[in-house]
């Protein structure tokens, strides 16, 4: 079965600063890879995905995810955050041929210092 | 164009007291979900249903129903709450599973005393 790690709970950083949170992923296989971000009180929106190709992957927001096999990985980065990014980002992932179910890291809580 | 909504969007039962939350969607999609938040834990799907007339169990499924008799509509319940259904509840959409986007209602925040 496949599970996503995300070993950061909380991370802050500074406005204008470059960000990069940590998501790991266990799957046999080549696994659908997604990031959603979640604002307070409000649901999940897609930030981006990976399901095959370039390894690099640009989502919205300035958001960009790159995928590593070699390292089971799928960190999202941004090049300067900005306040308004503060929020819960999700790692997710679903197995290739799974249509239907999707599993979700436990969430890295992201602050912006003014 | 409202997409996704949930009724009601904060509720307190007591525990026994049983009671339904509602999903409504307006972009026609075949996919629906429930998933339940709790702190630490992320998301965790408690049922799904790919088309009207169907639904399936996810990874949380006791302890709740599902039901999907409108293609628009997704309903969950609680017949017998329970402290451990404390939780926010999520409703999502898409329209061919999770190889589309999943769009995301705003929660209910459910309170089991």
């Known amino acids: 079965a496949q599970s996503v790690t995300q070993p950061d709970i909380h991370i802050t950083v500074s406005e204008g600063a470059s960000l990069e949170l940590r998501c790991n992923y266990s799957y046999g296989a080549t696994p659908y890879l997604f990031w959603y971000v979640q604002s307070p009180g409000q649901g999940l929106q897609l930030l981006l995905k990976?399901?095959?190709?370039?390894?690099l992957v640009q989502g919205i927001k300035g958001f960009e995810a790159e995928f590593k096999r070699s390292q089971s990985s799928f960190n999202l980065r941004k090049p300067s955050v900005h306040w308004s990014d503060a929020a819960e980002y999700f790692c997710a992932v679903a197995a290739m041929g799974s249509a239907s179910k999707i599993i979700f890291g436990s969430g890295t809580r992201l602050s912006i210092r003014p | 164009n409202a997409g996704v909504t949930q009724t009601p969007k904060f509720r307190v039962l007591k525990t026994g007291q049983s009671m339904t939350l509602l999903c409504a969607q307006d972009m026609n999609h075949e996919y629906m979900y429930w998933y339940r938040q709790d702190p630490g834990m992320g998301l965790r799907l408690i049922h799904y249903s790919v088309g009207e007339g169907t639904t399936a169990k996810g990874e949380v499924p006791d302890g709740y129903n599902v039901s999907r008799l409108k293609k628009q509509n997704f309903l969950l319940g609680l017949e017998s709450a329970a402290p451990s259904q404390t939780s926010v509840y999520f409703c999502?959409?898409?329209?061919?599973?999770?190889?589309?986007?999943?769009?995301f209602g705003p929660g209910t925040r459910l309170l089991v005393l």
């Open positions: 999502a959409s898409s329209g061919r599973g999770v190889l589309e986007t999943q769009y």
């Open positions: 990976y399901f095959s190709g370039d390894t």
